[in-house]
């Protein structure tokens, strides 16, 4: 029998599938990840268990992070939080009997519940919009310095949208931006709306309308993004989709894409033909824990990941205090050097409106 606790950890690691069907219940596995909410086996998807891997080092398979609570750690983690056990002996007396057991054929998951936002849905409703263009979306953008959109196609206006503060209030309709969230194929799975002030901008709500939750979110969206750019071997992937046409601005040749939260980026799907992945960070602890997470996941896939942080809270913060050229010059030194000339020479083929 295993006699320390390295050991039983590599042994668990063998059959780390197994070892998540068992003690989080709860989650369901998603590629080479087991997903749930937590170790104690919430339901959820921000912890993330890498289920193949070396047996020790970067990468190794049973080790997991939590993008929500930066907690990460091994399988036998798993058993003493799951099983809510104080002393190690228990742990691995636990860790012993789990690993003597037979191993019974992975069974498959069921499906998901299907919640009334769906993915159908969430196509109606960019269907039912209308392109940007003139529109007070994009006026709400350029009151947040964006003024040139390249590739807006994911972007759609709605004049009136419903929203509903809460089930037992009446509906209301409000203008809205509309983002499509995709697939690596491109496949519509979701929305996101931020509902507008039909007045114009406010200084404090920077042209949101005065509601309680300016932004929702519906369909399938983990794992997917607001895109903005065909895919290439070289992104930029970030939280807010104001902070990624920021950044779109300065670098109008580089594909990008928005994951809508921090969770939702630590989880974000790559392509596979992705060999260079700038992570876009927010500036609070939130944005840590995602940059954490997915440069573990990026490099284990093999890919090189390179942080671009901003001086201020977000780009879009950054944009509106320095100015474009400023951004620019604070981007083109985080770089990769070939990246910096590759993305820069390319400025003079856009021509902002």
């Known amino acids: 029998m295993p006699r320390d606790a390295s050991e039983l950890a590599r042994r668990l690691a063998r059959d780390a599938e197994a070892v998540c069907r068992h003690y989080l219940s709860n989650g369901r596995r998603q590629g080479r990840y087991w997903t749930v909410g937590d170790v104690r086996n919430t339901p959820g998807r921000s912890m993330f268990v890498r289920l193949s891997g070396p047996e020790s080092g970067p990468g190794a398979a049973g080790r997991w992070t939590d993008a929500a609570s930066a907690e990460y750690g091994d399988l036998l983690d798993v058993i003493r939080e799951s099983c809510g056990f104080i002393d190690f002996r228990d742990v691995a007396k636990e860790a012993r009997r789990f690993l003597s057991l037979p191993r019974a054929e992975p069974h498959r998951s069921p499906s998901p519940v299907r919640i009334p936002r769906s993915p159908e849905a969430a196509r109606r409703l960019f269907a039912m919009s209308q392109p940007i263009r003139r ?41 809205a931006m509309i983002a499509a969230v995709t697939d690596l194929d491109g496949r519509i799975t979701g929305a996101h709306r931020t509902w507008l002030d039909p007045n114009g901008f406010d200084v404090v709500r920077l042209g949101k309308a005065p509601i309680d939750t300016q932004r929702k979110a519906m369909g399938d969206l983990l794992g997917h993004a607001v895109r903005f750019g065909a895919p290439c071997e070289v992104m930029a992937a970030g939280e807010g989709i ?80 320095f100015g474009l050229g400023a951004l620019r010059a604070a981007l083109r030194i985080q770089l990769a050097p070939q990246d910096g000339v590759l993305f820069y020479r390319r400025l003079s083929a856009f021509h902002p409106t």
């Open 135 to 175: 529109t007070l979306v994009e006026t709400y953008l350029r009151n947040r310095g964006i003024k040139a959109i390249h590739d807006a196609g994911a972007l759609r206006f709605h004049p009136c949208c419903y929203y509903r503060p809460d089930k037992h209030s009446p509906t209301e309709t409000w203008p």
């Open 242 to 321: 104001e902070t990624m046409l920021s950044l779109r601005c300065a670098l109008p040749a580089m594909p990008m894409a928005a994951a809508l939260s921090a969770n939702h980026l630590a989880a974000l799907l790559l392509p596979q033909a992705l060999r260079r992945l700038y992570i876009a960070r927010d500036a609070d602890a939130a944005g840590d824990m995602a940059l954490a997470a997915l440069t573990e996941r990026a490099e284990a896939a093999g890919i090189e990941t390179l942080a671009l942080s901003p001086q201020r809270g977000d780009f879009n913060e950054d944009l509106r205090a």
